[in-house]
């Protein structure tokens, strides 16, 4: 039997690859995505972002999404401050209310993408485990269930390990040094009231040189926590992320002396510590033009977070749907328009994502990471 063809086949069902199915679907055309995880529910989705008026935003307007997208904000929960390791006040600036950042959850935001799109759309359960370049700009995939489709587009909107980049790209994700370790308290304020009132009304970040402790009030009454450390990748890899109470316990060890409020954020927490090594591609990463192929997201820009990352993925869905709509008979074209304009949007966002993690983990922490809020209406507590 022939494999089925498929003119659009997006591979990733996050952000960025959701974005684009949807602004193509608004544009009335179609296209399938192609996702490893089994179903929606599978995997939890992880924290809140806070959307950009720049790129963010702009995305699920061309999506036409901004209503669904206004009804999800985590209202309050772009307030800021900065603790020193004692749990001292240096910084504290409430939410403003202007809602330039609002913050949503990464599951509802997917949640809307998803409703946005006709039945059949996302095909569940569809791990890419080879590529196979056809002539034409046709490809051929091969999935992890056996399944084969071959493809008139293929976009790569398949995340750090794109098994799409190959195809375009030898560069690979290198480690930054640093590891994010994620936990969550949940019911905070009754269950956790020292670690719930250290954390205020949104985000709390407790930063020295090499490691620091950032948290995120959540919607529900969820305190989400990140542990960053600079570590080598054999010192994480020698913790034992599958003995819950043992990982903590090595984490917590890093944290030997400072407040208790703050380190309640790791000793309690409610889900064993994940452990998120941070990688990137190297600085300003791009490709040759190949016929009919093409990526977006962390696929084509994988870099340290700085709260761009998700905004960036879901820009670039909306910008390649739009390319794919405007030159709806040369997939070249709006291809080439689409890189075009990619490579230098994106090329300048390495050089922040590098200098946020030493702004965040560097010599002068806290210090430099204050330093962002100057000029803010904020009020400085301490200095
Ligand atoms: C600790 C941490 C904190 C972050 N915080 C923020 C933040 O506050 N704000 C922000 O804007 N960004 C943040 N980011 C960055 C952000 O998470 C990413 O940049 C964003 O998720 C990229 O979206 P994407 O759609 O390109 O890829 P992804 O979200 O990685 O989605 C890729 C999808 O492809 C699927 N997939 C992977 N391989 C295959 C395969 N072989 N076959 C089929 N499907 C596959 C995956 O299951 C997944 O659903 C953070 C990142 C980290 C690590």
């Not at 399938?32 to 307007?61: C, F, K, N, W």
């Not at 590891?179 to 949104?202: C, K, M, N, Q």
């Not at 620091?212 to 992320?241: C, K, M, P």
């Amino acid at each position: 039997m022939n494999p089925s063809h498929h003119p659009i086949a997006i591979v990733g069902a996050g952000l960025g690859g959701l974005t684009l199915a949807r602004v193509l679907h608004v544009h009335g055309i179609p296209a399938t995505v192609y996702e490893a995880d089994p179903s929606e529910q599978s995997r939890m989705q992880g924290g809140q972002l806070d959307i950009h008026e720049a790129d963010g935003q702009r995305a699920l307007a061309d999506a036409d999404l901004t209503d669904e997208f206004r009804a999800i904000i985590h209202e309050g929960a772009e307030a800021s401050r900065v603790l020193d390791q004692d749990g001292k006040l240096l910084f504290d600036a409430p939410d403003d209310g202007t809602g330039r950042r609002p913050e949503v959850l990464r599951g509802d935001l997917r949640r809307i993408l998803l409703d946005s799109l006709p039945d059949r759309t996302v095909r569940w359960g569809h791990k890419v485990t080879g590529t196979r370049p056809l002539g034409d700009g046709r490809h051929e995939l091969t999935f992890a269930n056996g399944a084969t489709v071959t493809s008139g587009l293929l976009v790569g909107a398949d995340g750090a390990w794109s098994k799409i980049r190959p195809l375009l790209s030898d560069a690979e994700p290198e480690y930054t040094g640093t590891t994010f370790i994620e936990t969550y308290l949940y019911d905070a304020d009754e269950r956790h009231t020292a670690a719930a009132e250290a954390v205020g009304a949104g985000a709390m970040y407790a930063l020295t040189p090499g490691k620091g402790i950032i948290a995120h009030r959540e919607a529900g009454n969820i305190l989400h926590t990140y542990v960053i450390l600079n570590r080598s990748a054999e010192w994480i890899a020698a913790i034992d992320f599958t003995d819950a109470a043992s990982a903590t316990a090595r984490v917590a060890a890093e944290f030997d002396g400072w407040a208790p409020e703050l380190t309640a954020l790791i000793t309690d927490g409610e889900t064993a510590p994940v452990a998120r090594t941070i990688h990137t591609l190297p600085d300003g990463h791009r490709w040759q033009r190949a016929p009919g192929v093409t990526l977006l997201g962390d696929a084509a820009h994988l870099m340290p977070p700085s709260g761009d990352g998700a905004n960036l993925a879901m820009l670039d869905g909306a910008e390649l749907g739009k390319a794919i709509a405007a030159h709806p008979d040369d997939a070249e074209a709006a291809l080439t328009a689409y890189e075009e304009a990619l490579f230098p949007r994106t090329a300048p966002v390495y050089t922040q994502a590098h200098d946020m993690l030493d702004l965040l983990l560097g010599e002068r922490a806290p210090f430099g990471f204050l330093d962002l809020f100057n000029g803010s209406n904020a009020e400085r507590t301490s200095s």
